[in-house]
């Protein structure tokens, strides 16, 4: 079941720290995409990338950084500066335009 | 800016009863449409999509463009068939899906 996966499955973060999730993908896909899902909410994006070494913001992008340093990686980047991230947080990766997502398993952010 | 509507969040019914799951969108161009299913400790995938007008597990799904519809019917639901459901729409040209709020879908045995 390979894909797209993500580590950790659960992560603990203190007040003030930074906390990095990882998503890898081996599918040689272009673009990957970061969710954040919350009851009730569906799903909302976080940042998304078309190519490497670009990325844009999505609707909720405020206290979350991301880099694309290689195309089979997106790192999210949880800042002290959210003040709410206590969520399950999806990565996903396609092919191109108007093409089907594949999803990682997911990383449950608690906070301390 | 297009907007993806699944107007109900809890569908909840028997084994054997026919079940539809509705999914309403906004946007005046030719978007394609997906519905995809996460399982109980599952990751979320690909159920169908407008493109491939496939039945997959039974579940079908018809694009309504005079009513902006893409509501998803299975004719005699099964419990495997619990579920949450969401239906995106991606705008033509673009790689960013807007999904709907989900509905948890519920079958009794």
């Known amino acids: 079941d390979g894909g797209i996966t993500q580590s950790p499955k659960y992560l603990f973060r203190k007040e003030g720290q930074n906390v990095t999730l990882s998503c890898e993908q081996n599918?040689?896909?272009?673009?990957m995409y970061w969710y954040r899902q919350d009851p009730g909410q569906g799903l909302r994006l976080i940042y998304y990338s078309q190519i490497v070494n670009d990325f844009q913001k999505g609707d909720i992008a405020e206290g979350y950084s991301v880099s694309r340093e290689k195309k089979e990686s997106f790192p999210l980047t949880v800042t002290s500066a959210q003040k709410n991230p206590t969520a399950f947080y999806l990565c996903a990766s396609s092919k191109g335009q108007q093409e089907t997502q594949y999803f990682g398993p997911g990383t449950r952010l608690l906070v301390l | 800016a297009q907007r993806v509507t699944q107007p109900e969040k809890l569908l909840s019914v028997f084994k054997g009863a026919p079940v539809e799951l509705k999914c309403n969108y906004s946007y005046s161009g030719s978007p394609e449409l997906f519905w995809y299913v996460q399982y109980s400790r599952q990751r979320l995938q690909l159920l169908l999509r407008h493109i491939s007008r496939e039945s997959i597990k039974g579940f079908t799904a018809d694009l309504n463009k005079g009513e902006t519809s893409f509501h998803l019917k299975k004719p005699f639901a099964q419990e495997e068939d619990s579920a949450m459901y969401y239906c995106a729409l991606i705008a033509g040209g673009s790689y960013i899906p807007t999904f709907g709020r989900g509905t948890s879908l519920i079958v009794h045995p």
């Open positions: 599918l040689n896909h272009d673009a």
